[in-house]
């Protein structure tokens, strides 16, 4: 039997869409867009960093980093983040969403600049203390998932919810392409001061020594949009539901929230006193309650996290691919260092344009329409779709005269993949778990993801080589094949299709009704117990 709902916690659930609302999707938003800058924009950077630092007189082919080197500067923020999410998000139910939010934007900031300052007497030195700074971002990074996720989720109303937690995952998609747009004003910039002969013409003279502030300047600048938003970070108040279910200060809660919707609320301590001391609502991450009540919801959130972010990080194998295909990189020893900068800019510009941005989007449009589970199931049923098609006839979509379609059929795998479940997975962990426990689970999940991460974008970029050892990339071993790693990665969204069904659809739903914090726990031992009223398959 449900208990009476604590009266600001109702408010904020029946709440009009208000301004408050709109300033926390910006806010928390903000450090979406950070995040995803910070991580995407290095990849468009990695080729003038093996110009620079690994150039071999001689060589027909500009420098490039080797195999261990390029992982370890694309991947060590992604351990920090996974570590990251893992911490903060632990941290976040503890001290409170508040207090936490600011060091990670903090950490975010500074490491930003100390990344564009990375320094050393040889180009190992510099790229290990690069590794290090990276590593500190990530760190950042991590702590930004689960709590961005958890405060909107508390502040939102359970009527747009959805939309309001998705919107602020969509702003990764303005992210990635703010990194393209910035990385494209310096290098044009640079490429306007200092013209410099393509590789093939004078191959040391192909990279000017400005080249070096490129980098740097494009890494620094993650830290401003961040910094932007630290002022208006702190002076948010706490949300309500951690002050009264986790703090139990109903009068600091109440208070906070009229200020915020702008109506009176009454402090009910005893109703917070007696839900908090229900003993339904005392149980523990490891308790065998929690694995009654929530387990296969976190095996759900986690595994379908892994699963997409195996595949959906993966893309970095074709990309190279698909760009010359469609003559938007020609070969490298045809430009100089800057001009190969503003074309990979350009084309990941394109790209996130018309299939990334779009995708999000669509997800924030229709979540508390058709809900998360079916969002969820019909992305990954499309990506598992499209995987096979590009797959299965391979060899057909190597011929020139079909590389347009296979572009298309790339696009919209990861258009399903943002209006689906790379945008659900954000959403539904803030969403079902008590809210002592609700940041703490949003970092498990997210930290699932991102080792999915790392598997998908370094594991599949070995396994996706060519068998044959002539045809392998400078200084990787042989590997499966693209074709076989395609058929690979649509098994494993077919997965996903699968361990969706774990996934309770929470749409419409307050958190309190998805987490059975407000659910009455029967004395005797022969009633029946709570939780099996939250269905991990809609029905």
Request: proline letters at 4%.
């Amino acid at each position: 039997m449900a208990k009476e709902q604590l009266q600001v916690l109702n408010a904020l659930d029946v709440a009009k869409t208000q301004w408050y609302h709109f300033t926390a999707i910006v806010i928390a938003g903000m450090g979406f867009f950070t995040d995803a800058y910070d991580l995407f924009t290095i990849s468009l950077v990695t080729k003038l960093l093996g110009r620079i630092y690994y150039h071999s007189v001689g060589d027909p082919k500009p420098g490039s980093l080797p195999p261990h080197v390029a992982s370890a500067v694309n991947g060590v923020a992604f351990c920090g983040t996974l570590a990251g999410q893992l911490f903060f998000g632990w941290l976040g139910d503890k001290m409170g969403r508040k207090r936490v939010y600011g060091m990670t934007l903090m950490l975010m900031c500074l490491s930003s600049v100390a990344s564009g300052l990375s320094f050393g007497k040889s180009a190992k030195g510099v790229m290990t203390t690069l590794c290090f700074f990276r590593f500190w971002l990530g760190f950042g990074i991590g702590g930004d998932y689960p709590l961005s996720a958890t405060i909107m989720s508390e502040y939102a109303n359970k009527k747009t919810r959805g939309a309001f937690i998705a919107a602020v995952f969509a702003m990764q998609g303005f992210g990635i392409l703010g990194g393209g747009i910035i990385t494209l004003i310096i290098s044009s910039a640079f490429k306007a001061k200092y013209p410099a002969p393509a590789y093939e013409v004078d191959p040391l003279g192909s990279t000017v020594p400005a080249a070096d502030y490129i980098w740097r300047l494009i890494l620094m600048f993650g830290a401003l949009p961040a910094a932007m938003t630290y002022y208006w970070r702190m002076k948010m108040p706490e949300t309500a539901r951690y002050t009264a279910l986790v703090a139990k200060n109903a009068k600091k809660a109440a208070a906070d929230m009229s200020k915020v919707l702008q109506v009176e609320l009454e402090a009910e301590q005893d109703k917070v006193e007696k839900i908090t001391h229900d003993k339904g609502n005392d149980f523990g991450l490891f308790s065998k309650e929690f694995l009654r009540r929530h387990g296969l919801h976190l095996l759900g959130t986690t595994s379908t996290w892994f699963l997409l972010d195996i595949a959906f990080y993966s893309q970095n194998l074709f990309q190279k691919d698909i760009f010359s295909a469609i003559g938007w990189i020609p070969n490298a020893s045809t430009m100089n260092a800057i001009e190969e900068v503003f074309r990979i800019a350009r084309a990941q510009t394109l790209i996130a344009l018309c299939s990334t941005v779009p995708g999000y989007w669509f997800t924030v449009a229709l979540i508390d329409v058709i809900g998360r589970f079916a969002i969820q199931l019909m992305g990954f049923f499309f990506m598992t779709v499209f995987m096979f098609a590009l797959a299965i006839p391979y060899n057909h979509w190597t011929h020139k005269e079909n590389r347009i379609g296979f572009v298309v059929m790339y696009s919209l795998t990861f258009f399903f993949a943002n209006f689906g479940p790379n945008a659900t997975t954000f959403v539904v962990p803030a969403e079902i778990f008590p809210a002592r426990l609700r940041s703490t689970c949003h970092g498990i999940s997210a930290a699932s993801g991102k080792a999915g991460a790392i598997i998908g974008a370094f594991g599949f970029l070995y396994a996706a080589q060519s068998q044959d050892p002539a045809k392998t990339d400078k200084g990787y071993p042989p590997g499966i094949g693209v074709k076989n790693t395609l058929l690979i990665l649509g098994g494993i969204n077919c997965l996903g299709v699968l361990f969706t069904f774990l996934v309770p659809e929470s749409n419409g739903k307050s958190l309190e009704e998805m987490s059975q914090e407000n659910e009455e726990v029967e004395e005797t031992a022969e009633a029946t117990p709570t939780g099996h009223n939250v269905r991990t398959v809609p029905v």
